[in-house]
């Protein structure tokens, strides 16, 4: 990742550490550190998929469709357990089951549209959207030529079915709005 657009993200990722920034086709975006409620609800998630696969969350995801581009961090990433203990500085997405987004007020339309189609176009086999604002979870699943075929919605407290490789149902219920 050599452009400049790397270079400028870099830059700004080095200057304001207590930020949460992302890049996505050449944009850098910025949010704040995410609060009690947010963290709490990747943690729920999280825990429930730890005891079977290396679950990680902030992990510097890249791909190299998306041409140094995109550079992203989700929430949660999913990964056979093989990459337990593995400390990459960018994690190829490829070797991803599944990531999730938990949507925030400001981060709406870059996690439910946005990075909807970076993941497909990567292949990740599952995309999980948690929106506290709708009280829902969306499972996008089966991407191809940079598309999910499938698209799932459960409302809190409902069960998430996430087929083969994960083979899960997440609990939902200690899902809270904001």
């Not at 981060?107 to 829902?136: F, H, M, Q, S, W």
């Not at 969306?138 to 087929?163: A, M, N, T």
């Not at 083969?164 to 200690?174: E, F, H, Q």
Request: charged letters at 25%; a negative charge.
């Amino acid at each position: 990742m050599t452009n400049l657009e790397m270079h400028r993200f870099e830059a700004i990722d080095a200057a304001f550490p207590d930020l949460h920034a992302e890049m996505i086709d050449g944009e850098v975006c910025i949010e704040t550190l995410v609060g009690w409620a947010h963290g709490r609800m990747v943690v729920t998630l999280l825990t429930q998929l730890a005891a079977q696969w290396c679950v990680a969350t902030k992990v510097n995801t890249v791909h190299d469709s998306w041409q140094g581009m995109t550079y992203l961090r989700p929430d949660l990433s999913v990964a056979d357990l093989s990459h337990q203990g593995v400390n990459h500085e960018d994690f190829p997405a490829d070797e991803l089951a599944l990531v999730g987004e938990v949507v925030s007020p400001s981060t709406a339309d870059k996690d439910t549209r946005r990075k909807v189609e970076k993941y497909a176009i990567a292949g990740i086999p599952y995309y999980l959207v948690v929106n506290p604002i709708n009280r829902e979870c969306v499972l996008h699943s089966l991407p191809e030529d940079g598309r999910d075929r499938s698209r799932v919605v459960s409302k809190f407290g409902d069960p998430v079915p996430i087929g083969a490789p994960i083979d899960t149902d997440l609990d939902t219920s200690a899902l809270r709005t904001y």
